[in-house]
């Protein structure tokens, strides 16, 4: 078979033979992969940047994908700390952490939006006290786990969602997706009193955010989650202790290692329903894993898709 190979950590994928795979237990399922998404994490998993990096080479990254089973049936999968992931023509499942797709599913679609989506998704429904009718603040809400945040926050029945990012004509297009507001960073006290904030910026950006937002809250007393998804700004934020001290504020991060794993798969039946009834508005380019050399670096606002 093909598959993409990375040999070290400065090293961009490299597409070529490959051993076929082999069930190393009972458990393991042999799987043809129809779809794979290039998210963020696979990439940060794959150049040793992420926390949950295992340091083995060489690798075939990818971290989840649409496949099929030898039974034909469709399947989401979620792979495990693995040397084989799914950029390849087939890998190795555990069917226990995949879900069984509808046929009639786009695995381009559900490839592009499962990872990023989750990331919202789990930390409204898993690591906070989400309720219908609360307020939520999306910084970062340009980027693609960013817009689909905004959807799946209203989705929930947040009363009212602000995207916060830097590019304001990006921002404007996410009123056509569920944003009430739309600020940029140096007008984040317009959103201050809501009651979640889920963060994909962290860094300088969001030290420098906190305390205005903080102390423009009409009643500080008043509980503000604060959620840590992602650091494209930076892996390190400067949080003054008067963060911590001046309002009743919790921050909390959701990710690989404080959501159990039992916790995501309890929820991907239902995040890919609503991918696959439309219900997220997703943006998606199918790309040859053939062609993973030169995608592996590129910048695009779509989700790159590898397919066969």
């Known amino acids: 078979m093909h598959a993409a190979v990375i040999s070290a950590t400065d090293a961009p994928p490299v597409y070529r033979d490959h051993p076929d795979p082999a069930p190393r237990h009972g458990d393991e399922l042999v799987v043809e992969v129809l779809a794979a998404g290039l998210h963020h994490l696979t990439r940060s998993k794959a150049n040793g940047s992420h926390y949950s990096s295992n340091g083995m080479y060489p690798l075939v990254p990818g971290v989840d994908g649409v496949v099929r089973d030898k039974e034909g049936n469709l399947r989401y999968a979620v792979l495990d700390d693995t ?11 555990d069917p226990r952490r995949s879900v ?8 381009v679609r559900i490839a592009a939006a499962m ?3 989750m990331s919202s998704w789990v930390a409204l429904r898993r690591r906070v006290d989400f ?3 609360q307020r ?36 404007k297009a996410l009123t056509a997706l569920g944003a ?4 940029t960073f140096d007008q984040i006290g317009r959103a201050a009193d809501v009651d ?14 906190m305390i205005p937002l903080l102390t423009a809250r009409a009643d500080r007393t008043a509980p503000l989650a604060w959620i840590q998804l992602g650091s494209v700004a930076g892996q390190s934020a400067s ?20 959501v159990p794993a039992r916790d995501f798969l309890a929820e991907l039946p239902e995040l890919a329903s609503a991918v696959a009834a439309g219900a997220i508005d997703v943006r998606a380019r199918a790309v040859p894993l053939a062609q993973v050399t030169q995608a592996w670096t590129a910048q695009t606002d779509d989700r790159i898709v590898f397919v066969p």
Do not use: C
């Open 115 to 117: 990872n990023p989506a």
């Open 239 to 258: 949080i003054p202790s008067a963060a911590l001290r001046s309002a009743r504020l919790q921050i909390v991060g959701s990710g690989i290692g404080s």
């Open 131 to 133: 309720h219908a009718g």
């Open 136 to 171: 939520v603040l999306v910084l970062g809400a340009t980027g693609n786990a960013g817009r689909m945040a905004v959807q799946i926050a209203k989705l929930f029945g947040a009363a009212q969602v602000i995207a916060a990012g830097r590019d304001a004509t990006r921002l």
């Open 196 to 209: 979640v904030v889920i963060d994909y910026v962290w860094g300088e950006p969001t030290a420098d955010a």
């Open 83 to 93: 040397a084989l992931g799914t950029f390849a023509d087939r890998t190795l499942i």
């Open 100 to 107: 069984i797709l509808p046929d009639d599913i786009d695995p």
């Open 180 to 183: 009430d507001e739309t600020i």
